[in-house]
């Protein structure tokens, strides 16, 4: 009896240190994947991430937009308000991203001021519209709360030129310069070679435009 019960403890506590040491790991996994401050996706996990939706789309046959996303003059929020302030406009513009999510959609923090979305299904011109409408709701945002801000937004779609993440980000990274280039507050989208203005999302720049 005495035997079979030191089997069962030994079974129990072995079962028990088995699933702490699982939850340890994910606990881990989701530590290195996960961006400290906005619990955003971070840009490792990004990556990652993002080569699978495309491999996704290239066997589906369906489209995918990625969506560059960079606040205006955030160095002069921190310098103007603290870095504290600049903390909660990164967090609260993460959850303006994270609302407007539809399931299936990747959204990471590539950079310090830096969002990126990958929109699956999506074609380029519901693309622009969702960066402008994303532009258009956190001046609407900030207008109540905190500094004034805004966005700018590069916008580009899978295709066959650019059939891989890497390509596709490239381009993306393009259309987003190009959107600071063009006085920032915008939407720019990289099509045919080429980088335009697609959408502005109206009012003067929150900041001077002194700070890339």
């Not at 989701?30 to 955003?40: C, E, M, P, R, S």
């Not at 205006?72 to 870095?83: C, I, L, M, P, T």
Request: charged share 20%; aromatic share 6%; with cysteine.
């Amino acid at each position: 009896m005495g035997v079979g019960i030191s089997v069962s403890l030994t079974t129990l506590v072995v079962k028990l240190l088995s699933e702490h040491v699982s939850a340890v790991i994910r606990q881990l996994v989701t530590a290195a994947d996960t961006d400290y401050l906005t619990g955003l996706l971070n840009r490792r996990a990004f990556d990652l991430e993002f080569g699978r939706q495309v491999n996704r789309a290239q066997r589906s046959g369906l489209p995918l937009a990625l969506a560059m996303f960079d606040l205006d003059h955030f160095k002069q929020v921190n310098d103007r308000h603290g870095h504290a302030v600049g903390d909660q406009v990164l967090r609260d513009f993460a959850a303006l991203l994270q609302r407007e999510l539809r399931s299936g959609d990747t959204l990471a923090r590539v950079g310090g001021e830096e969002f990126a979305v990958v929109l699956f299904g999506i074609d380029l011109d519901d693309a622009v519209a969702f960066a402008a409408r994303i532009g258009r709701e956190l001046q609407c945002l900030s207008s109540a709360h905190g500094p004034q801000l805004s966005v700018s937004a590069g916008v580009a779609a899978l295709s066959e030129a650019d059939p891989g993440p890497a390509a596709l980000l490239l381009v993306a990274d393009r259309a987003l310069y190009a959107a600071k280039e063009a006085g920032r507050r915008c939407v720019a989208v990289w099509q045919d070679g080429h980088t335009r203005v697609e959408a502005r999302m109206g009012g003067e720049p929150a900041l001077a435009a002194d700070v890339a």
